[in-house]
């Protein structure tokens, strides 16, 4: 006989999740009058989700999904990424395919990371304002 361990389990995003999720950053950013793409990947960085909005800009379309895959797969906000530069780390540049932009936030649940939110198309700031409030419309 194998005896099996007891395995971990994990939240995972659902397709209502992504609904909410892109409802939130949706009317977040049309509150404010921000035309953006909005990505949202699992914890692996595959995306879930894209939606481009209305006059957002086309280069965003490659942008969010890249800011979504990197906090998820770095577990971490892309902030961190752009602070680094902007504190003069220049070797971060380096880094192959980190978007060194604000704008990719972690979705966390029970301590662990089980996606993100990558926004873009208005200042990394307000793309990061928008990324929250999408996972706030989930996650409260």
């Not at 902030?79 to 070797?91: Q, W």
């Amino acid at each position: 006989f194998y005896w099996i361990a007891k395995m971990k389990s994990k939240a995972v995003l659902t397709l209502d999740d992504l609904k909410k999720i892109a409802a939130g950053a949706e009317a977040e950013a049309n509150k404010n009058k921000w035309n953006v793409s909005i990505a949202i990947c699992d914890d692996g960085g595959h995306l879930l989700f894209y939606q481009r909005m209305d006059g957002a800009a086309p280069v965003s379309s490659h942008i969010a999904p890249q800011k979504a895959r990197t906090a998820a797969i770095s577990r971490r906000n892309t902030k961190l990424y752009e602070d680094m530069v902007n504190g003069g780390r220049y070797s971060a540049l380096s880094m192959p395919e980190v978007p060194h932009l604000e704008g990719g936030v972690p979705i966390i649940v029970d301590g662990e990371v089980i996606g993100a939110v990558g926004v873009s198309g208005v200042k990394s700031s307000e793309d990061a304002q928008i990324a929250e409030a999408g996972i706030k419309a989930l996650l409260g």
